[in-house]
């Protein structure tokens, strides 16, 4: 049964706080993606990584950084939490080769609250 | 500036019924599509696809009609059951853009 975990389910950090979140898959999948689910707005991609040490901006990238050290885990960093980052946050990851034909595999989601 | 759109933020259908979940797009390079169904505190799980060399495409109760020229794709769900109440997200994308774009979501209620 294939699996993408993200490491919290919910998450309260204070304005200003370095915050991490972790998504492992089990897949050996290639493509790893970040997602932002904000109601009315739907999934909106923040990075996305086809191989380790490599990542791409996805369409709302400001405010967020990534690291992808090993090929199953893909981190997340809020250098600097603020409150208009308060939403769901989704890992997914895809196999190799064009990310925009394949299926991808989601994760449960982080509810993050920023205070 | 959202390029996939589903204008309806929830659709309520009787079970037994046919379930009509509706997605617009604007980019006409996009030529793959995809339907996710997302549960509460669980992440999207991919529905079903179609490509845009096709009209339709078919799987159990669920069906994806595409609409090239109205730039207008919809998921039938036939008969709709109480488990297919979840969101329903549309995706597209193009083999140049390397990701896909997402819909705002779909709430289907399926009543007993």
């Known amino acids: 049964d294939v699996k993408v975990t993200q490491s919290s389910r919910y998450l309260v950090k204070r304005t200003g706080e370095k915050v991490f979140l972790e998504c492992v898959q089990d897949?050996?999948?290639?493509?790893m993606f970040w997602y932002r689910q904000d109601p009315g707005l739907g999934l909106r991609l923040i990075y996305f990584?086809?191989?380790?040490?490599?990542?791409e901006k996805g369409d709302i990238p400001e405010g967020y950084s990534v690291s992808r050290e090993k090929k199953e885990r893909f981190s997340l960093i809020l250098e600097s939490a603020s409150t208009n980052q308060t939403s769901m946050y989704l890992c997914?990851?895809?196999?190799?080769?064009?990310?925009?034909?394949?299926?991808?595999?989601f994760g449960p989601g982080t509810r993050l609250t920023v205070l | 500036d959202q390029q996939v759109k589903q204008n309806s933020p929830s659709l309520s259908v009787q079970e037994g019924r046919i379930s009509i979940l509706n997605c617009d797009y604007t980019?006409?390079?996009?030529?793959?599509f995809l339907w996710y169904k997302k549960y509460p505190a669980e992440g999207p799980t991919f529905l079903i696809s179609?490509?845009?060399?096709?009209d339709k495409n078919e799987d159990g109760r669920f069906t994806v009609f595409l609409n090239k020229s109205a730039k207008h794709l919809s998921l039938h769900i036939v008969p709709s059951q109480p488990g297919d109440s979840a969101v329903y997200f549309c995706?597209?994308?193009?083999?140049?853009?390397?990701?896909?774009?997402f819909g705002s979501g779909t709430k289907l209620n399926v009543k007993p």
């Open positions: 179609i490509s845009s060399i096709k």
């Open positions: 997914a990851s895809s196999f190799r080769g064009r990310a925009s034909y394949n299926e991808q595999f």
């Open positions: 995706a597209a994308s193009a083999y140049n853009f390397n990701k896909f774009y």
């Open positions: 897949m050996d999948h290639e493509n």
């Open positions: 980019n006409s390079m996009f030529d793959y």
């Open positions: 990584s086809y191989d380790v040490k490599m990542k």
